[in-house]
């Protein structure tokens, strides 16, 4: 069992920047994780994705690609999301999530609520 703890989310006005952090409890079969992100009414969509098994990977969403910056501080068992010029669209509640390698996303936290004014 894999324990995850998002923090961070806020309200800002567009154009601001913000970063979510995702404690998380060491798992030696992790592979990815990632941040998702739903609005009211929508699905659930991943954001940004980051490799934990020491390969250099990441991906990120065209609508944020440029704007978001995932990262890892394997020390601190941290996962981060840098939000720069924040849009009224990126408002949703976002979540961390891993998965080991070929698995699905097994591993979710409760979540953070952004909220991006104009």
């Known amino acids: 069992q894999v324990h995850l703890e998002e923090s961070g989310g806020g309200s800002v006005q567009a154009g601001g920047s913000l970063r979510l952090s995702c404690r998380y409890s060491?798992?030696?079969?992790?592979?990815?994780m990632a941040w998702f992100r739903q609005a009211p009414g929508q699905e659930r969509g991943e954001v940004a994705e980051?490799?934990?098994?020491?390969?250099?990977?990441?991906y990120y969403d065209g609508s944020v690609k440029g704007r978001f910056t995932i990262s890892q501080d394997n020390a601190q068992n941290t996962l981060y999301l840098q939000m720069t010029r924040l849009k009224p669209e990126d408002t949703a509640m976002y979540y961390c999530a891993t998965r080991v390698y070929g698995g699905d996303w097994q591993f979710w936290g409760q979540g953070t609520q952004v909220t991006v004014s104009s």
């Open positions: 060491r798992s030696e079969d992790a592979f990815r």
């Open positions: 980051i490799s934990v098994d020491g390969s250099v990977y990441t």
